[in-house]
């Protein structure tokens, strides 16, 4: 069985090779290199403020959210 070109596979089905051949150590590198090239998530405290172009974002798919401070009253 031939080995797949790892270059060429999107992340996704890189991911999906490397947690099925486990024990594919350059794939496996390879994955975690383009994942620490990708920027980092950032995460919000309960007391942070949404960014408005996540704000946006959110209108924009149609989901509703409630900001700090709303009330159903």
Same mark, same amino acid.
């Given at each position: 069985?031939? +080995?797949?070109?790892? !270059? @060429?596979?999107?992340?996704? @089905?890189?991911? /999906?090779? %490397?947690?099925?051949?486990? @024990?594919? #150590?350059? #794939?496996?590198?390879?994955? %975690? !290199? *383009?994942?620490? @090239? =990708?920027?980092?998530? /950032? %995460?919000? $405290?309960? &007391?942070?403020?949404?960014?408005? !172009?996540?704000?946006? *974002?959110?209108? /924009?798919? $149609?989901? =509703?959210? *409630?900001? +700090? $401070? &709303?009330? &159903?009253?």
């Amino acid at each position: 069985m031939s +080995r797949p070109d790892l !270059e @060429q596979m999107t992340d996704k @089905q890189l991911r /999906a090779y %490397v947690l099925a051949n486990r @024990q594919d #150590a350059e #794939a496996f590198y390879l994955y %975690v !290199e *383009r994942m620490r @090239q =990708k920027p980092p998530i /950032a %995460v919000l $405290g309960p &007391d942070d403020p949404l960014p408005p !172009e996540l704000i946006k *974002r959110l209108e /924009a798919e $149609g989901r =509703k959210f *409630r900001s +700090r $401070g &709303d009330t &159903d009253e």
